[in-house]
């Protein structure tokens, strides 16, 4: 079994578990996140997903034994990795519920490029992310021309790119690759536990928001602004809203807390 796919509560963790190869993107992997996000869509009732990896690695990227072994042309390839889009990285990056990256040992190439697909990275201090594209022969994929810009700037996106240098746990967080460190120990847990504060909060305001911030990003103004008034209008109506503005006259807590880091 390459991959595990629990369910607690609110939150499913997909984990990849094939320690002894480095946990790698294989044909096996992809069809199981594909799959695992097709249940996501199917059961509203979960609210986040979690990926990890297990043996101190996230994911160590594409299984160049495997592609080695391809005998494709051009149009063959080009549609290998427009599967690879449509069936997993487009549907992650655009799920409309928060994914949590939990990253602990190496994500190189195209598992740099999951753990970019994810809105929350969460890493360990002995987490190394590297777009390694270059160094054979390849570009950046799995979205990561989408997602790397975005969170560390253009020009960084391209010296990393570029470069195919590793950047370590701490270098991650002060770009903003990663949201926070915890030790391994506490990794998984934390991810879990932010994963599962979401069931707390409105599903269709957290899907609002991450859409919006994808068209604020566009830098389009007016489409941002009238994004922003639509998704509004919508929650202003929602039984989250009532019951949330309700428990604030009544003084009760929020359902929705975002949770306090491990000590």
Known sequence: ?????????????LTLNQ???????????KRALAEALAELRRRPELRALVIAGTGGVFCAGGDLREMRGLTLDSAGWRERMAELHREVFAPLIALDRPVVAAVDGAAYGAGFSLALAADFVLASPRARFCMSFLRVGLIPDGGAWFTLPRAVGAQRAKELMLSAREVGAEEALRL??????????????????LAASFAGASAGAVGAIKRGVEIGSRGDLAATLACEADAQALAFQSAEHRAAVQRFLDKQPAAFHWPAPPA
Request: glycine share 4%; net charge negative.
């Open 19 to 29: 320690p002894a190869r480095r946990n790698p993107l294989d044909t096996a992997t």
């Open 176 to 193: 903003g690759i990663a949201m926070e460190l915890h030790p391994s120990e506490q990794l998984l847990a934390r991810a879990q536990a």
């Open 1 to 13: 079994m390459t991959t595990t796919f629990e369910v607690q509560g609110a939150v499913a963790t």
